[in-house]
């Protein structure tokens, strides 16, 4: 199982590793800094540099679910390292930082709507979440100024983690409805948006709302009779 150093520290670049496996998937590394796809946040892209000066362009990254490999997919035609090889990987992290705000910035979304959360997606330059809201209009302008308001506080953003026993107990935690935390493991990790938005979540964030930066309220779409789909762009 990779050791996922994302999951503690989303601001890590790069990383040392060591070649585990290498197959026609892709790489997988004893421990990586590259976010594997889910949640609605893409797989990071970068680079493992290898050892010789070379280096392998990385194009994606998913989890093996029944392994939790983390398969790291290379660009076509190259060719893949030895097992055993050392090797240091290293993200895009212009990239990365955008979904760091990005999904930050869904957190207060959450907090600005209350409805469930029926589907999400996460992109560079825009984002969107899908809410359960039968008959309700919204009023685009409040809620730009709404999210723009708690990044001006620049709330801290943190990471800490409940027993399975505790999130169970307290099921307003999980405002996704159609895709469940998950559990089993003892811990479910928790994002903690002081004072605005707690969820259990395994995505990457900015440290404060902050550095987010303005958002700017897209299209309001009507998605069936309870789904209403808001869109958000990243301003800069």
């Given amino acids: 199982m990779t050791e ?3 999951r503690t520290d989303s601001y890590a670049k790069s990383c040392e590793a060591v070649v585990v496996a290498a197959d026609q998937r892709g790489v997988v590394l004893d421990r990586s800094v590259f976010y594997a796809r889910g949640g609605g946040q893409p797989g990071d892209s970068g680079a493992l540099k290898l050892a010789d000066g070379g280096e392998i362009g990385i194009t994606d990254c998913f989890k093996d679910r029944d392994t939790g490999d983390h398969i790291h997919v290379p660009v076509k035609g190259v060719a893949l390292p030895e097992i055993g090889a050392r090797v240091t990987a290293e993200i895009d992290w212009d990239k990365r930082h955008k979904m760091m705000r990005m999904h930050t910035a ?3 979304l959450c907090a600005v709507i209350d409805g469930g959360v029926t589907g999400g997606s996460i992109g560079a330059d825009k984002s969107r979440l899908d809410f359960d809201l039968p008959d309700t209009s919204l009023d685009k302008e409040h809620i730009e100024a709404e999210l723009n308001r708690l990044v ?5 953003v943190a ?10 107990a307290n099921p307003d ?3 996704t409805m159609s895709v469940k935390p998950p559990s089993g493991a003892g811990q479910v990790r928790i994002i903690d ?4 938005d707690l969820q259990p979540c395994g995505g990457t964030h900015v440290a404060t709302t902050g550095e987010i930066g ?4 897209g299209k309001i779409e009507n998605k069936g009779a309870h789904n209403r789909r808001i869109n ?3 301003e800069v």
């Fill in 159 to 168: 990471i800490s983690s409940v027993s399975d026993a505790e999130l169970a």
């Fill in 232 to 234: 958000i762009h990243l």
């Fill in 152 to 156: 001006s506080e620049n709330h801290p």
């Fill in 173 to 175: 935690l999980v405002r």
């Fill in 193 to 196: 948006v002081e004072g605005t």
């Fill in 106 to 108: 869904l957190h207060l």
């Fill in 4 to 6: 996922e150093l994302f």
């Fill in 214 to 217: 303005r958002l700017r309220v």
